[in-house]
């Protein structure tokens, strides 16, 4: 295999030091990335903040699902509810989880129903790269929707390659460890003629969630309990083809995941054992999804479509636990989107770009007076970018166009239009080093979900979109050395300022028990980001990479202005942020440091010590070493995670685990 | 110069790990003390109240303030100081807050349990598990607590509620008795037990009974039908029970209903929307908080009713205009001696509320910052002890 020719310890020094790295002005093609390319990185200064992970990166931090990768880049806040199987949900610069696009393989996943993607449910096993990017993806040959979110993730699953003459390539997981995980996972790709490559890709992953934690206080209380009904079974399958053809390619998916889990809860106060805490949740996902683009002269086409169906079970039994209600609820998405982007090149320096995208959405869910809604949507965007040498700028606007319909005569939202901007500029002032300013601004919004409009009693169909208003200046600085011990050197630091009104928020009726939504909120960001990226070489063996980002945020809640909490930080985001990568390779070792760190921040609008939620921070481990038996490619992984047993939540009431260890065996033909 | 770059790497590796050691132990939260009001001489028996705040489901932020009328100081959140080694303070949501003899019960509904606690103190005597419990009342020795979580029959979805008899002697649970769906609110008039079932769980099929339990066999014996999803009930001199029911958010308004005790039959309907009910004398405070589904708007009436007279005697008991700062009024509390209202104000529920003392023509006195969610309110005739 690749990683065990020293020609890839050449690759890993450089090919892994992509943490800054860009793609083209046609980000489409970073599918096409090569893995094999030991060329020297060329350093693209890209307009638009972005941060990349990328295939030998990621499977050397010890992390599981793409959630977990996500913690490392700067900028991003994760909502974790603790274990495998919990809840894990991105939040990028502080504007709300539901303000970020999640891409897979180019295609958004979509979820109408609630506007979020649990992002611990992607497991690392077939990524090939995760790129967050601020604003938007800083391409104009892209479908309507790659405009259409405050901040995108893209997760790009790995393309077929094919080493000489080779025909297939196989690779065999098997991971397992603390929680009782069982992950076993199988990845086949072949190359079914000259110009169509498949791969097939599955996992099955099941732990039982168990894990201690404990609460203790100073002069008072310690406690130890054990996270219970927190087991997961997962499977994931996925097919892809891939195919090429003059001036083009294409490539079709299709994706199935199902699982079920428990909902361990909020670890609140009770008789310690005496409820079960049994509700469960079933999952299937499936999506069927395909894209073509076809280059011809000055003119290029993307085409790329979707059908999506997601069903949700979620039962709560008092025959099995006797403290909970029974609630026996099924939601069934489905979705059809259509997209084709079509870009003009006027002359060399000038791009246009024209996309028009279709959605459909429904919702089916078996509550009382429920009210059915479908939704059909159209997006159109017209985008314009100019490159010269030193000076690049984009602008684009977005035009969003919404109608609902429900089963129940007069329950849908109004018709929806609206037309949001982005102006995007990047500036090399000095001829030689590469050194870049940049800057952008953004204005975008996100629809009420299905959840906030409809939900029988929660939902209202008065609510207006939730805006947000991004401006960012930022740098970017890139520099190799030749001679010294340190060989390359990156660096990317951005401010910015965003705005966020008529944020969507539960607001409680006249009980407890019952909610609803209203636009009501007003949160102003101010924040820094800085991420910096070293390799560094000793003497004939020794590479290291090194990445630090961090963080600062002040995002100030000033919903109302008589409030004694005007101005206060809003819950969850910390003031300090931070993460530290540290990569090691020795000959066919490799060792791994990566230590995050959460400062201070509050679980609630109200910033008093009741609120306050302690700074954590987690150290974890990881040592491989790659083995090779005759055309086999063996690697060992030992994994150690959190080892300083540190005892935190992420979310109030929702501790985290403790240290935790994970062996992996991979095999690779 | 390799080398030495290597040892620089493993010295800054060693120092990240030196820096990882966390102190673990978070503080306990100390109570805060608010001067709200002069110091003032107390004549009558009532020296101060407890107030219990509900915090939002999930977040495990219940929490104890007490007013002392002496001092005129307010102390909020004084559990933890005065219980340390109380695993997870307070718990899940209170619910209820009552005194019997000399002891506290706070009744905390998704801790399911009772926190029995010294009424000098606050210091915790005992808890006593309860599943789903919702309200406490008390007589001739036992406490009654109504529980969503009756025995579990075939059908999942039609799981009775219970009243559950318990030994304030020995703080057992002795005894448990069924009732209707989702039961919430009691009284208790001679040897009857009265509770509200509201079926809040059942939507749209709402439980519309009150159950009566005779307390020598603790059996049901009754079911009264009122209306639909009924929350409060408080018994007047007369032996008249006012029950509120909650309507359906829909078309079906909020409602206060009466039932005449020596009959067990409905007796009138008094046609004002109440969420919260208070009994001082013959006066009947409420206020409702109706929202509905249909307007998207929100109604707030604070309403007098005088149960001698068998009228409505006020429409806003609050004069000065503070009721306009007032978002969403969810404890309502009057001094039996000097007259005084007290409205909590839970605000948007995730961030301290807002407690007002008006006098009795409706003028504020004091407001202070509670804990999250101000929802339930007693007087004590003894002044809690400031030695923890």
């Not at chain 1, 992002?119 to 790659?146: C, H, P, V, W």
């Not at chain 1, 690779?171 to 079914?192: C, D, I, Q, V, Y």
């Not at chain 1, 101010?526 to 991420?531: E, F, I, N, Q, T």
Request: proline share 3%; glycine share 8%.
């Amino acid at each position: 295999m690749k990683f065990i020719t020293l020609g890839v310890l050449i690759l890993l020094c450089f090919k892994s030091g992509n943490f800054l790295r860009a793609q083209n002005v046609d980000s489409t093609k970073m599918y096409h990335i090569d893995e094999v390319d030991v060329s020297a990185p060329r350093v693209r200064k890209e307009v638009i903040p972005v941060q990349i992970m990328e295939g030998k990166v990621l499977e050397k931090l010890s992390v599981h699902s793409v959630a977990d990768a996500l913690r490392y880049f700067s900028g991003v806040q994760i909502k974790d509810y603790g274990g495998i199987g919990g809840l894990k949900t991105v939040n990028i610069r502080a504007m709300g989880t539901q303000h970020v696009g999640v891409f897979y393989d180019g295609i958004e996943l979509g979820n109408a129903q609630n506007g979020t993607v649990d992002l611990g449910r992607f497991s690392l096993d077939n990524m090939e790269a995760i790129t967050l990017y601020n604003g938007q993806r800083s391409a104009i040959f892209q479908s309507a929707k790659d405009f259409g979110s405050a901040g995108s993730i893209y997760m790009t699953t790995r393309i077929p390659q094919f080493i000489g003459n080779k025909k297939h390539n196989g690779k065999f997981t098997f991971k397992t460890g603390s929680f009782g995980l069982l992950n076993p996972a199988l990845l086949w790709e072949g190359r079914l003629s000259e110009r169509i490559n498949a791969s097939f890709s599955s996992e099955y992953m099941y732990t039982t969630g168990k894990y201690k934690f404990s609460y203790r206080k100073k002069n008072g209380y310690d406690t130890t309990e054990i996270r219970r009904n927190g087991d997961v079974y997962a499977l994931r399958a996925e097919y892809g083809m891939f195919g090429r053809i003059i001036n083009g390619d294409w490539k079709a998916k299709i994706y199935f995941y199902d699982s079920e889990r428990g909902y361990p809860g909020a670890s609140v106060r009770e008789e310690p054992g005496k409820f079960k805490h049994q509700d469960r949740q079933w999952d299937t996902n499936f999506f069927l999804q395909g894209s073509f683009q076809k280059h011809l002269g000055f003119y290029s086409l993307l085409i790329n479509g979707k059908y999506a169906y997601d069903y949700l079970h979620y039962l709560s039994d008092p025959r099995l636990d006797v403290s909970t209600m029974y609630v026996n609820n099924h939601f069934r998405q489905h979705e059809v989107y259509f997209s084709s982007a079509n870009m003009f090149t006027l002359f060399p320096f000038w791009n246009i770009n024209v996309s028009v995208d279709f959605q459909w959405n429904k919702l089916n869910a078996d509550l009382v007076n429920f009210v059915y809604p479908k939704r059909y949507t159209t997006l159109v965007a017209v985008a314009s970018a100019l490159h010269f040498e030193r000076f690049k700028l984009q602008a684009n606007l977005l035009g969003t166009f919404v109608h609902e319909r429900t089963k129940v005569e007069n329950g849908a939202a109004d018709d929806m239009q609206e037309y949001t901007p982005t102006l995007v500029a990047s500036w090399q002032p000095f001829q030689t080093g590469d050194f870049n300013v940049r800057a952008f601004y953004k204005r975008i919004f996100r629809m009420p979900t299905l959840n906030d409009l409809y939900y029988t009693f929660i939902g209202n169909i008065y609510l207006k979109p939730e805006y947000t208003n991004q401006y960012n200046v930022g740098v970017t600085y890139v520099r190799v050395f030749d001679k010294r011990c340190l060989k390359r050197f990156e660096l990317q630091a951005d401010a910015y300022y965003n705005e966020v009104s008529d944020k969507i928020i539960a607001m409680p009726t006249s009980n407890q028990f019952r909610w609803t939504m209203v636009n009501l909120g007003e949160v102003e960001i101010r924040g820094v980001d800085v991420a910096l990226q070293g390799s560094w070489r000793f003497g004939q063996d020794w590479l290291f990479d090194t990445r630090v980002s961090y963080t600062y945020q002040k995002a100030q809640d000033f919903t109302k202005k008589e409030s004694p909490f005007y101005g206060d930080q809003i819950p969850y985001i910390p003031w300090h942020s931070g993460s530290l990568i540290l990569n090691g390779t020795y000959k066919s070792w490799f060792l791994n440091y990566s230590f995050i760190y959460t400062g201070e921040r509050y679980e609630a609008s109200a910033n008093i010590p009741e609120n306050r939620a302690k700074e954590w921070y987690t150290s974890d481990f990881s040592l491989s070493k790659n083995l090779s038996w005759k055309r086999v490619g063996i690697r060992l992984t030992v994994e150690l995670n959190n080892i300083f047993n540190q005892q935190y939540e992420v979310v109030q009431c929702y501790p985290m685990p403790g240290t935790n260890v994970k062996f992996i065996i991979n095999v690779a033909i | 110069m390799n080398k030495k770059g290597f040892w620089m790497f493993m010295f800054l590796l060693g120092m990240l790990l030196i820096f990882s050691c966390r102190d673990d132990d978070d503080e306990i939260i100390p109570s805060v003390v608010t001067k709200v009001t002069p110091s003032d001489s107390v004549l009558g028996p009532v020296k101060g109240f407890f107030l219990l705040n509900e915090g939002n489901m999930g977040s495990n932020k219940a929490s104890l303030d007490y007013f002392d009328y002496a001092s005129g100081e307010y102390h909020k959140n004084i559990f933890p100081e005065r219980n340390p080694n109380v695993v997870k303070e307070l718990g899940d949501v209170g619910n209820d807050i009552q005194i019997y003899g000399s002891k506290l019960y706070a009744v905390i509904n998704c801790s399911h349990l009772i926190e029995v606690m010294d009424v000098n103190t606050a210091k915790e005597i005992s808890k006593i598990t309860v599943t789903n419990c919702r309200y406490i009342v008390f007589k001739d020795g036992y406490a009654y607590v109504s529980s969503y979580a009756g025995p579990v029959l075939i059908d999942p979805n039609a799981r009775l509620g219970e009243v559950v008899k318990i030994d304030t002697a020995t703080l057992q649970v002795v005894g448990s008795c069924t009732v209707g769906y989702q039961p919430e609110e009691m009284v208790i008039v001679g040897n009857k037990l009265y509770v509200a079932n509201s079926g809040g769980y059942r939507v749209p099929n709402y439980d519309n009974t009150v159950s009566v339990i005779d307390l020598e066999t603790f059996e049901e014996i009754k079911k009264i039908t009122v209306a639909i999803n009924l929350h409060r009930m408080r018994v007047d001199r007369d032996g008249l029970i006012y029950v509120t029911s909650r309507g359906d958010y829909y078309d079906v308004h909020s409602n206060t209903y009466v039932i005449n005790s020596k009959t067990d039959m409905v007796a009138g309907t008094l046609n004002f929307p109440a969420s919260e009910l208070y009994l001082c004398g013959d006066s009947l405070y409420s206020y409702s908080t109706e929202y509905s589904k249909i307007t998207g708007k929100w109604t707030i009436n604070y309403t007098i009713y005088d149960t001698k007279m068998r009228r409505v005697v006020s429409r806003s008991f609050i004069k000065d205009g503070t009721d306009k700062l007032i978002v969403t009024p969810y404890a309502l509390a009057v001094n039996p001696e000097n007259g005084e209202i007290l409205v909590g104000d839970a605000g948007d529920y995730v961030t301290p509320g807002t407690l007002y003392c008006f006098t009795p023509r409706g003028k504020k006195k004091w407001s202070v910052q509670t804990g999250d969610i101000p929802a339930h309110i007693v007087f004590t005739t003894n002044s809690l002890q400031y030695d923890r």
